[in-house]
């Protein structure tokens, strides 16, 4: 499995960026796809948004709601996170992520989102 996020990059509030994943290793179609973030200071990851396998439903962690949207593209193998209206408290190292049957954590390397005047 391989994850390999890109499209971070240094923002001011107000703007927007666009996150994309690129997944290979295993069958894209079949899992639900997540986008985590780990905000400067904090030790643990928190899920920004997760999009499910064939359906395509979503859910959004209540600071990034009505903001963020995330979808994926199943032909190519991708999942996308749009994000709007970038906060200062939105600047954190966002991963994609992925889980297999087993309940093993998958991770990209991580792109870094910086929301600065």
């Known amino acids: 499995v391989q994850l390999v996020e890109s499209g971070g990059g240094l923002v001011q509030p107000g703007g927007s960026l666009r996150l994309s994943c690129v997944a290979s290793?295993?069958?894209?179609?079949?899992?639900?796809m997540r986008w985590f973030r780990q905000s400067p200071g904090k030790a643990e990851r928190e899920v920004v948004a997760?999009?499910?396998?064939?359906?395509?439903?979503?859910n959004y962690a209540a600071p990034v709601k009505g903001r963020f949207t995330i979808s994926r593209d199943n032909a190519k193998n991708t999942v996308d996170l749009q994000m709007n209206n970038l906060k200062p408290e939105d600047t954190a190292v966002y991963y994609c992520?992925?889980?297999?049957?087993?309940?093993?954590?998958?991770w990209g390397q991580g792109t870094q989102v910086t929301v600065s005047a």
């Open positions: 992520n992925t889980r297999n049957r087993q309940g093993d954590d998958y």
């Open positions: 290793g295993f069958t894209f179609s079949d899992y639900t």
């Open positions: 997760i999009i499910t396998a064939a359906e395509g439903l979503t």
